[in-house]
């Protein structure tokens, strides 16, 4: 009779260990899922902007205080008004904070201003069933305020005097006359 209650004994608790090792690994599938779901949720957002689709990007966002004509004014202005186009990010770490995956990443960009780069961390969190990004003018440009605004300038430069020990310009700017022949539209007499 012992020996039956010791192996019965057994048998649960080797139901249980196995139970919770299913249950556990389970738990590590779905959170992994979910990591990976949220990394391809920032990548789509990035691509969506490079074609422009800014109410495709409206549906990716969590809600704000912020209307969809808004948002899609805000972010057209802005990236249409610095040209940027090849926009494309490395994610280098997420961590999750209770509800909310903090994606850090580096994002690089061509603009009318050249070539930006910078670091910066998105927030993705669940909606409902969903997951979305919680939006923030800094997700644009990491020290970008939602009131801020952007604005590419360009300025003519100069090259600048080159004197000789002498202080003789050896090049300076200025206008300069150029007059050139074309030898078989010369007509002779």
Do not use: C
């Not at 299913?22 to 902007?49: G, R």
């Amino acid at each position: 009779m012992e020996e039956k209650k010791s192996k019965k004994l057994i048998v649960g608790i080797v139901t249980i260990v196995i139970i919770a090792i299913i249950a556990t690994t389970l738990i590590l599938f779905i959170n992994k899922k979910e990591e990976e779901d949220a990394k391809q949720l920032l990548n789509d957002y990035i691509s969506l902007i490079n074609e422009k689709n800014y109410e495709k990007m409206y549906e990716k966002v969590a809600s704000m205080n912020m209307s969809k004509e808004d948002f899609i004014t805000r972010n057209k202005n802005i990236y249409e008004g610095i040209d940027s186009s090849n926009i494309k990010i490395e994610i280098s770490d997420i961590v999750k904070d209770e509800n909310m995956y903090k994606i850090s990443y580096h994002q690089k960009m061509f603009t009318s201003a050249g070539e930006v780069e910078f670091d910066n961390t998105a927030k993705i969190s669940k909606e409902g069933k969903e997951l979305k990004i919680k939006w923030t003018s800094n997700l644009i440009f990491p020290k970008l305020g939602d009131t801020d605004k952007v604005r590419v300038s360009t300025i003519k430069s100069t090259r600048g005097t080159i004197l000789d020990r002498n202080d003789i310009p050896l090049a300076e700017d200025g206008n300069i006359a150029s007059v050139g022949i074309v030898p078989r539209k010369v007509r002779r007499k």
